[in-house]
C-alpha cells in the first residue's frame, strides 16, 4: 500500500471528477493500491477545465479524499487523456473511490508508505467489497 500527496484542486478532480492521469516529473514501477492524499499548498497554475469542475467543491488540504490503483506508468506518449501533461510521467489511475470524509493527515513527497493506522481510518469508510477490491496488494512492473 502506498500513498501520493497531490496538490488541491488536482487531488478534488481525482476524487470528485474523472482526472485518472496524475503527471509527475519521475517515474514509478508501482503499480497496486494507493491512497490519494491532498496536500496542504494550492496549485495556483491550475487552470479554467479545473476550476471548472471542482467549482462548489470544497478543497480540502492535508488529508486523504480517495483511494484509487495505479495500474500503469508511462512516459509522455502524447496526451493519453485531457489531464495528460506534454514531457511528463504519467501514472494511470483505476478504481478511484471517494472516501465520504476526508481523514486529516500530514502527508509527504513521493510515494509514500501510510501507518496502519491511517489505512485502518480508510478501511472504515469503504464497504468491505471494495475494500477488498480496491486495497488488495498484488503489484507488478510498470
Known sequence: MKALTIRQPWAAA??????????RVWPTSY???VLIHAGKQLDQRS???????VRGL??????????ARIIDC?????EC?????????????????A??????????QGLWTPPA???DKVREQLSSETAAHVLREEAGPC
Request: hydrophobic share 45%; no cysteine.
Open 14 to 23: 481525482i476524487a470528485y471528477a474523472d482526472k485518472r492521469v496524475e503527471n
Open 31 to 33: 503499480q497496486g493500491p
Open 47 to 53: 487552470g479554467p477545465m479545473v476550476a471548472a469542475v
Open 58 to 67: 470544497q478543497l480540502d488540504l492535508g488529508a486523504v479524499l480517495a483511494v
Open 74 to 78: 508511462h512516459s509522455d506518449d502524447g
Open 81 to 97: 487523456t485531457p489531464w495528460s501533461q506534454t514531457g511528463a510521467f504519467h501514472f494511470v489511475l483505476d478504481e478511484v473511490t
Open 99 to 108: 472516501l465520504p470524509l476526508p481523514i486529516p493527515y500530514s502527508g509527504t
Open 117 to 119: 493506522v491511517l489505512v
